[in-house]
């Protein structure tokens, strides 16, 4: 027994699975989780001292690497000036500025501190601005853990109000309707058949909680079109993709601009802060300007907007997001290249700074194809993988991300161990 070991068994006595959100816990590979200690640059290191290269990235949000000097200055100075005052600040509004510059479809913008509460209040808005009930979710696509948006769809049918978790009164989710990611058809058939009732679209554009599936530019507009066509609101979820994939997100790659988008995660640099914003007559049912109820106490902390706002300030140099992708391209390219040369049917994809790894033989365009995945060839990967010093998800329905600290040698450290880990996998290791 490690000291991982030791400190997973202790933490399953006072905390439920060890673990405070379940993707932490390794249960669909196996093994104990590793309790990291500290990180640096594109490095986490673990209780045992032993060093990974880090493709988690705290889920997205480390965009610069760990331990960035100038996040960490900004963080330090503002904790000297208070922890949370619970009063209106300056910092707010320069997050709040430099937000709608990087995305233009924002025109006013409210922080809160997850992106589970920039969605329940997203969609809360939506059908105050509408006067109508409906949602419509596509299926894999993941918007927080909030009652009504915590439904899936079974087998890519039309699914009305099927909670995916215990606890949600059936009630609840009856107006969430679960359609097909990339079906453009189903989308237009149940605008036709309700469209008058329909509140708001909602919509990861590069879906990141089903493994990584790309939206066709196809399906993207459609949303946008009969969103349009029918007064719904379309929202795009970029809690993910927002400052990942590109500077403006995945509304900028696909050219549509939403009536609402949610943020989180890199807009927080590693803090607490998540926002939803769009369009100003929207915007303006929020209270205190309108009826739609929304609050916070921690809502734009003080020190949480520091770390965001010095990493959206850093994620605008000069040719940052080329430099973030073309990394992406080369450990995909070189895993896809090394899988094929020890015969292991494995492809992958990316997008920005974020990535999607496939035991499959091609890429996923929908959930029911990411559920095909070879889940055991994927877990013996993992534990070599991990074994080799390269941190990847736990799960074959996780996005991968590389940081803009990822160099060459990291790179080719992980390419290298893939090869072995995929002879191993070929061998029946
Ligand atoms: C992470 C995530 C969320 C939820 O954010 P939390 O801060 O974990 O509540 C919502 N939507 C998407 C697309 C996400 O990736």
Not at 174 to 182: G, S
Not at 247 to 270: E, F, I
């Amino acid at each position: 027994m490690d000291r991982n070991d030791e400190l997973f068994e202790r933490a399953q006595r006072s905390i439920p699975g060890g673990v405070n959100s379940p993707v932490r816990a390794f249960r669909s590979v196996g093994g104990s989780p590793r309790f990291m200690q500290k990180a640096s640059g594109p490095f986490m290191w673990d209780v045992t001292g032993k060093k990974y290269i880090d493709y988690i990235l705290s889920w997205g949000p480390m965009i610069l690497g760990h331990g960035n000097p100038e996040v960490l200055r900004a963080v330090h100075e503002a904790c000297d000036r208070g922890l949370t005052f619970g009063t209106a600040t300056e910092p707010e509004i320069l997050i709040a500025e430099e937000i709608r510059k990087l995305v233009p479809s924002i025109e006013t913008v409210r922080l809160a501190s997850s992106g589970t509460e920039a969605g329940m209040s997203a969609i809360r808005l939506a059908c105050g601005f509408t006067g109508r009930s409906k949602v419509i979710k596509f299926e894999g696509c993941y918007h927080g853990h909030s009652d009504r948006l915590l439904v899936k769809a079974g087998s890519g049918m039309l699914t009305f109000g099927h909670p995916s978790s215990a606890g949600i009164p059936a009630g609840v989710t009856a107006d969430t309707i679960v359609l097909e990611y990339n079906n453009p058809q189903q989308l237009e058939d149940t605008f036709r058949s309700c469209g008058s009732e329909i509140a708001c679209v909602i919509v990861e554009a590069v879906g990141g909680n089903m493994n990584m599936v790309k939206g066709s530019p196809e399906f993207i507009h459609a949303i946008r079109d009969l969103c349009t066509r029918y007064g719904a609101v379309m929202i795009v979820d970029e809690v993910m993709t927002g400052f990942r994939v590109a500077l403006g997100g995945a509304q900028s790659v696909y050219g549509v601009k939403p009536d609402l988008t949610m943020l989180g995660k890199v807009v927080g640099g590693g803090m607490p802060v998540s926002a939803f914003g769009g369009r100003r007559d929207i915007m303006n049912m929020v209270a205190p300007l309108g009826p739609v109820y929304q609050a916070g106490t921690l809502s734009g902390n003080p020190v949480a907007v520091a770390a965001g706002l010095a990493t959206l300030r850093l994620v605008q140099a000069p040719g940052f997001y080329d430099r973030l992708t073309s990394i992406s391209r080369r450990l995909t390219e070189g895993l896809t290249e090394a899988a094929r040369s020890e015969g292991v049917p494995f492809c992958a994809d990316y997008c920005g700074g974020m990535f999607g790894l496939y035991f499959l033989p091609k890429v996923p365009t929908r959930f029911s194809e990411v559920t095909r995945a070879d889940t055991a060839a994927f877990g013996r990967w993992f534990h070599h993988m991990l074994d080799a010093g390269c941190y990847f998800a736990p799960s074959t329905y996780e996005a991968g991300f590389v940081s803009i600290a990822h160099t060459d040698k990291e790179i080719s450290h992980t390419i290298e161990a893939a090869r072995e880990a995929f002879a191993a996998l070929k061998a029946g290791q």
